[in-house]
């Protein structure tokens, strides 16, 4: 089985720029749309993720309209 690791990838630059941008956040729906399922590594990536930005490390950057 093929493993994309393009939701890992989207992950750790919303890390390291410490903000989760809608952009990111589209780009993560879209893959996660795309393949239909979700392997443990990215399950893993996105549990970090969320971690983060509950501890406030990683900042929800808003739409704008």
Known sequence: MMHSFAIRHLVEKALYTKQLTPDIEE???SELSRLGYISEVDYEALELLMSEMDE???KLVPTVR
């Open 56 to 58: 406030g490390r990683i």
């Open 27 to 29: 780009q993560i729906n």
